[in-house]
């Protein structure tokens, strides 16, 4: 069985070029990580290193065993972090409700935010009308949600759901030259929305 502590001096060293430089980096003397790296040939049973001129520099065995050390070691750092957000309670399904303007300018790049913190979390965004949102919480349906709410039409206060503010936006309204002047005043008008009885605006 390889020693995952010297396959990582070995990909220091593919990445690093020296073994001075690899020693630097991981706090050893340049003569413990030559051991190490010896130890790590003992172990592989092949040469992985050979010496041209005052330079190590890694065999042909060597640089195979580093991709393969790569693809180890970034499965058990995804590991580790995946236990340290278990840890947390940072594990699980995620269900986010959101609308459909959020899930296209907001939602993604917080997801990819979300994983790579958090990789033991599963998150996933579901479209719904924030008219919606409140019975799909209680049910269980949804973990969490972002809603839109306007002065003249907000979203009702519902008890036992924790409502959070993010941000504001200034919205505007063009109309024609008729004279009204603000969304009150067009409340009457005919409208077109993504789908009928909504408050998401399409």
Do not use: K
């Not at 693809?71 to 940072?90: I, Y």
């Amino acid at each position: 069985m390889l020693d995952v502590r010297r396959l990582r001096l070995l990909r220091e060293l593919a990445h690093r070029g020296t073994i001075a430089a690899v020693a630097e980096a991981v706090s050893f003397t340049p003569s413990a990580v030559s051991q190490q790296l010896s130890a790590l040939e003992r172990e592989a049973g092949v040469p992985l290193l050979t010496r041209s001129g005052r330079r190590v520099v890694l065999t042909p065995a060597g640089r195979g065993l580093v991709r393969h050390a790569e693809a180890v070691l970034a499965q058990l750092e995804r590991a580790a972090a995946e236990l340290d957000g278990a840890r947390q309670g940072l594990s699980g399904s995620l269900r986010i409700g959101t609308f459909p303007s959020a899930g296209r300018a907001m939602v993604p790049a917080a997801l990819a935010e979300l994983s790579r913190r958090h990789p033991g979390l599963e998150p996933m965004a579901v479209e719904l009308d924030p008219a919606q949102v409140a019975d799909a919480v209680r049910a269980g349906d949804l973990d969490v949600a972002l809603v839109h709410s306007y002065d003249f039409a907000p979203v009702p206060n519902e008890a036992g759901i924790a409502v959070i503010p993010l941000c504001r936006e200034a919205m505007y309204l063009a109309t024609a030259s008729t004279g009204l002047a603000t969304v009150a005043d067009c409340r009457d008008e005919p409208w077109i929305l993504a789908v009928e009885g909504t408050l998401c605006p399409g």
